[in-house]
């Protein structure tokens, strides 16, 4: 199975804007101009942008909050979100909730809270109901390597594959749980091996290499779409920024964030395209050119945007009644 040429451009597109994006979230954070904290994927981004980029129109992700490559291929404009940043009216929730915590079922996402992996156990909702229903659809899941150590984590899991569900979990392997390094947390060398407690087929990719988890993530879609059952996937990779940008990390080696800062996403990505004469660098240019202009046109937005009126504190909160004839 072959990635055409148009795929491989959206997904270094799609990179490049959630590098973009979540580059400007963490200038305009550290200039106070974001309401609350900012949590980015810097270094990360393949694994979102892999398996969000596989996914077809019906599908539903349950991403978490280093997902943003979803966020964006399902349809949530980095104009929404960037004013969901921003506390903005016109943000995804509409200037509530935290500013990491959204999703729009409009685009097939799920919102989420902060506890992981607390969307293992509702993309396995999801997942039951399309299979009760008969419906050609799967469902995606996706936490870090910490939210794996969690109880909800091992009852979505045990679930799914009980029942045999179509569901796909992705596991944001990025080395830390906070500041809790890999080998405190667990004393097997690949979280994939969790998955043989269940029974359930498991598979390790380079969560760097954006195509090799695109390319394992559709093939694993394909098999729960088709009564195969669920498959987790491990993404290995590192995370280049701390837990969120108010933490320095200096608990992470610099040794270890020099080593990974050569096996750089979007680096690796260019230079697949360019020697493998998929692209020419001035087509590269002019989709960071695009790229640049959609954060500018997006940061624009959320600026000029108002705020919510006082009175949208209460609306959401509460079923709406059903009208009486």
Known sequence: MDAKREDLLQLYYYLK???????????????????GGAWTSNGTEAVSVGFGYALEKNDIAAPYFRDMGVFLIRGITAKRIMAQYFGKKTGVTGGKEGNVHIGDLNFGVIGFPSHLADNYPVGTGAALAFKIRGEKRIAVACTGDGGTSRGDFHEGM??????????VF?????????????QLQ?????I????????????IVDGNNVIEVYMAAKEAYEIARNGGGPTFIECKTMRMHGHSE?????????ELLDEWKKKDPILN???????????QKAELESIDSRVKKEIEEAEAFAEQSPYPEPEDGMKGLYATPIAEE
């Open 17 to 35: 804007l959630t590098r973009r994006l979540e580059d400007r979230v963490t200038s305009l954070y550290h200039q106070g101009k974001i309401l």
């Open 158 to 167: 045990n679930f799914a594959a009980v029942r045999k569900l179509p569901i």
């Open 170 to 182: 992705i596991c944001n392997n990025n080395q830390y749980a906070y500041s809790t390094p890999l």
């Open 186 to 190: 667990m004393s097997i060398k690949n």
């Open 192 to 203: 994939a091996e969790r998955a043989l407690a269940y029974g359930m087929s498991s598979k």
């Open 246 to 254: 108010h933490d320095s990390a200096k608990y992470v080696p610099r």
């Open 269 to 279: 990505m260019e230079k697949y395209l360019l020697e493998n004469n998929i692209s």
